[in-house]
Each structure stands twice: as C-alpha cells, then as structure tokens.
C-alpha cells in the first residue's frame, strides 16, 4: 500500500499532465474557417490571429529552458533576464519585510502584554489596516520622490498588518501558568519576555510572518507594474506590451514558484518550532 504522501504526489503529477495535455491539444486542433467581418477586414484580422498565437505549454517549456540557460544576462533597461528581474523583485520584498517585522512584533509584544496598549492602538489598527497597500503607492511616490523606495514602503506597509496582529494575539494567548512560574522565579519583565512568552507565542508569530510574506509578493508584483523600472512586474507588463504571450505565462509561472518557496521557507521555520516545543 503507498503512503499518503507518494499517492498525493502521483496524483497531482496525474493532474498536471492531463491539465496540460488538454491545453495543448486544444490549441492545436484545427479552426474552422469563417468569413471576417468588416471590423476584422479593417484590423487585419486582429481578433482571429490574437488567438491563435496563444501559446502551448510546449512552446512555453521551450522558452523557458531558452531563458533559464542565461537568467542573468543584461542587455540595456529594457532587456534583463527573468532572474535578474527575479533578484530585484526579491530583495525589495525582503528589505520592506524586514523593516515590518522590526517593528511589528515589538509593538504586537506590548499591545499583547498591556490591555491599555491594545485598546489605545485598536482604531489606529482597524483604520488602517483595511487600505490597500497600492492606495499608499502615490503618496509614496509624491513623499519619498524615489520609486524604488516607494514599492519599499508599499511591502512594509502592508506586511506590517498581519504580524502585528498575529504576534498581540500569541502573546495575549501565553497560559498563565508560564507567567506565573517566571515570577516565582522573580524573573525580570524583559526577561520573561525573551525566555517564556516569546517561545510560547513564537508559533503564532511564525503564522503572521507567512501571511506577511505571501501578500508581500503579490503586492510587488502590482507595485512593479505601476512604477516600472525592473522588477518581475515590470517584466511581466513590458512583455505584455510587446505582446509576447509566451514570456507572460512563463513569468507567471516563475512568480508562482517563488511565491511557493517562500512560503515553505517560513513553513519550515514554524513546524521546527512547533516541534521544539
């Protein structure tokens, strides 16, 4: 009898390819002919060739395997490899997350720790979190004068939501009983902090900081096509404008995957401290 894991493997390899068998059978099997409408005469019969040049998942395996084998070339502003646009992308969503968490989780830590706190910060909190992060983009744009800086700020703004209120919730949620015992031991306040509520509210932590990271890489995807410039959005709308469809879906593709591997990195992360505990 296979384990669940390898039957769920085989299944989802069973699905991939069908999905992907029907996809290219359908844009080969053959179109029927049909008189062009006086629109289409005058466009040139842009509707009908549009179509068709949709691109199969075997034209897209071949593009791909043409810009892995040099992901990092640089031609000039509006010609970089994917990895390069990747790399860009990247480094922009870890440095406004790394700026959220640096000041997320000390407030979550005394919002969770002090009920005054929490009840003084709520209608900030409430107001501000319900914005969407590309609303800030323009006052962003008008403030700090620099785009780069801009979709900075965008990633920490909108990465910041989710761990502050995950990690007020963890250390809020600590059993009593953990507190109890650092008194008993007269452990200092900022002591109690770092060795008994912070590993018992670490778990819940971890799980604002993987939501933060998935909408931090979408949200860099939409900021980067706004501002242009580089980045893996901007690479996705300047090969829709020269309407390389095939480029398009490639992106796509390698988005998803970044987007999964971040999120494993962080899962990873909590189900070792779930263990350790």
Same mark, same amino acid.
């Given at each position: 009898m296979l384990?669940?894991?390898l039957?769920?493997?085989?299944l #989802? ?6 999905t ?9 099997a053959?179109t029927?002919?049909?008189?062009m409408t006086?629109?289409e005469?005058?466009? $040139? $019969?842009?509707?009908a ?7 199969t998942?075997?034209q +897209? ?7 892995l084998?040099?992901?990092f ?6 010609d970089k ?8 992308s ?5 440095? $406004?997350y790394?700026f959220?968490a ?10 969770g720790m ?8 709520d209608p900030?909190i ?5 914005? #969407? ?8 744009l ?5 785009s780069?800086?801009?979709s900075?700020?965008v990633?920490f703004?909108?990465s910041i939501?989710?761990m502050? @209120? ?5 250390v809020?949620t600590?059993?009593r009983?953990? @507190?109890?015992?650092a008194r008993?031991?007269e452990?200092?306040?900022?002591r109690t902090?770092?060795t008994v ?18 909408i931090?890489?979408?949200v860099?995807v ?9 980045g893996?959005?901007?690479y996705?709308?300047n090969e829709?404008?020269?309407?390389n469809?095939?480029s398009? +879906?490639?992106?796509?593709?390698? +988005?998803g995957?970044? $987007? ?18």
């Amino acid at each position: 009898m296979l384990s669940l894991p390898l039957r769920a493997a085989i299944l #989802s390899v069973v699905l991939l390819l069908v999905t992907l068998g029907a996809w290219e059978l359908a844009n080969q099997a053959p179109t029927v002919a049909k008189e062009m409408t006086e629109y289409e005469k005058l466009t $040139g $019969g842009a509707g009908a060739s549009q179509e068709a040049q949709l691109p199969t998942p075997s034209q +897209i395996m071949a593009h791909a395997g043409k810009e892995l084998r040099n992901p990092f070339y640089d031609k000039g502003p509006n010609d970089k490899g994917i990895g390069l646009q990747l790399l860009y992308s990247i480094g922009r969503v870890l440095l $406004g997350y790394i700026f959220a968490a640096a000041l997320a989780i000390p407030i979550g830590f005394v919002i969770g720790m002090s009920p005054l706190w929490q009840k003084a910060l709520d209608p900030f909190i409430q107001v501000l979190k319900p914005i #969407s992060p590309l609303a800030w983009m323009p006052l962003a744009l008008f403030v700090i004068k620099d785009s780069v800086a801009s979709s900075v700020f965008v990633i920490f703004i909108c990465s910041i939501w989710p761990m502050l @209120i995950n990690t007020a919730f963890g250390v809020a949620t600590v059993r009593r009983d953990y @507190i109890n015992v650092a008194r008993t031991l007269e452990l200092g306040r900022v002591r109690t902090a770092l060795t008994v509520i912070f590993p018992a509210a670490a778990p819940t932590i971890l799980t604002g900081m993987r939501i933060s990271i998935g909408i931090s890489w979408l949200v860099i995807v939409a900021a980067e096509m706004l501002v242009g410039g580089t980045g893996v959005g901007y690479y996705v709308w300047n090969e829709w404008n020269n309407l390389n469809l095939t480029s398009v +879906i490639f992106s796509i593709l390698m +988005i998803g995957v970044i $987007g999964m591997l971040l999120d494993q990195m962080l899962a990873r992360a909590q189900r070792w401290v779930q263990y350790a505990d």
